[in-house]
């Protein structure tokens, strides 16, 4: 059974048409109309047809980076595009009469997506942390995403992290984002571009592009830069204290990294491991979780939108 996936984002709108093995069948995408809600919906209805061709219009799975009610049927609120309070569903099944529709959290499917096809493989348990600007997250409970009471469960990057830590855009201090997100990740850099000895190479890529920024960090850890490296292991100490927490509550057998940043791969998950050894409870006297970095990176959300639809909607 192929389904279509369609991923709304701040600036983007991807859609792809994918089988049940998680290939990606045709894909397109088209900038987002971020302030005009209803452009948006057309857009994705436009994206559907186009994938769906002359034939039926297979299962629709479309998924948004916000917050949505428990029944799967509005966003309440997504911070990026001008989605406050929207019947989602309804509006997607306005222009698309007769289709079979889900929605859902992007960030819950790409966790999805990476159960099913790719790190999470053969096993029950799952959390996928998402590290680009900010911290976004999914959880897989005995083989099911957990969407909690409300329906907002897996704001990873929203947990308290620090007690009275810095400021958060979501109106708390300390929350994980601020510690282990891409933005940190630069506070840290330029933190110790500052302090020279091991920043040098950081501040003199500061001066000559007027910032630090993924580019010119990324480069540098690429590079071997022993003060780019600090960066990362800061970062990557944050995320492993804030997994042995996790792990407490939610005993995953994996956890899986995504986003820009696990662009670094094995020099992240390095200090990630060796921070949740340092806090874990138990530690010696209990299994310990797997750190790997996620495999379908691009097409992540768009294929577990697409799976979350024919899973919902598959016949026999």
């Known amino acids: 059974m192929q389904a279509i996936g369609i991923d709304i984002g701040g600036t983007k709108i991807a859609g792809a048409l994918v089988d049940d093995d998680g290939r990606v069948l045709r894909s397109e995408r088209r900038p987002t109309p971020a302030?005009?809600?209803?452009?948006?919906?057309?857009?994705?209805?436009?994206?559907?047809?186009?994938?769906?061709?002359?034939?039926?219009?297979?299962?629709?799975?479309?998924v948004v980076p916000g917050f949505l009610d428990a029944q799967r049927e509005r966003v309440y609120y997504a911070p990026n595009?001008?989605?406050?309070?929207v019947p989602l569903r309804a509006l997607l099944a306005e222009g698309l009469p007769g289709a079979s529709i889900v929605i859902d959290n992007d960030a819950n499917a790409a966790g999805w997506a990476e159960?099913?096809?790719?790190?999470?493989?053969g096993v029950s348990d799952m959390v996928?942390?998402?590290?680009?600007?900010?911290?976004?997250?999914?959880?897989?409970?005995?083989?099911?995403l957990l969407r909690g009471g409300f329906g907002v469960a897996g704001e990873i990057g929203h947990a308290s992290l620090v007690p009275d830590g810095l400021a958060c855009g979501c109106g708390q201090h300390g929350c994980i984002e601020q510690y282990g997100s891409g933005r940190a990740l630069l506070r840290f850099a330029g933190e110790i571009a500052d302090a020279g000895?091991?920043?040098?190479?950081?501040?003199a890529a500061r001066r000559a592009d007027g910032a630090l920024d993924a580019t010119n960090v990324g480069r540098l850890i690429a590079e071997g830069d022993p003060g780019a490296l600090a960066a990362l292991g800061q970062l990557g100490g944050w995320l492993g204290r804030a997994c042995a927490s996790l792990g407490a509550v939610l005993d995953p057998r994996v956890f899986a990294f995504g986003g820009g940043v696990a662009a670094a791969g094995e020099l992240l998950l390095e200090p990630i491991r060796e921070a949740f050894h340092a806090h874990v409870p138990a530690r010696g006297f209990h299994p310990e979780p797997d750190f790997r970095i996620a495999e379908l990176v691009n097409d992540a959300g768009v294929v577990g939108a697409a799976d979350l639809a024919r899973a919902r909607f598959a016949v026999g």
């Open 35 to 62: 302030a005009d809600p209803d452009a948006i919906v057309a857009h994705a209805v436009e994206i559907v047809r186009s994938l769906a061709g002359e034939g039926g219009i297979p299962p629709v799975g479309v």
């Open 81 to 85: 595009i001008s989605f406050r309070d």
């Open 115 to 121: 159960f099913r096809f790719g790190v999470g493989r």
């Open 128 to 144: 996928l942390l998402t590290i680009g600007t900010g911290v976004g997250g999914a959880i897989v409970a005995d083989g099911r």
């Open 197 to 203: 000895g091991v920043g040098l190479q950081l501040a």
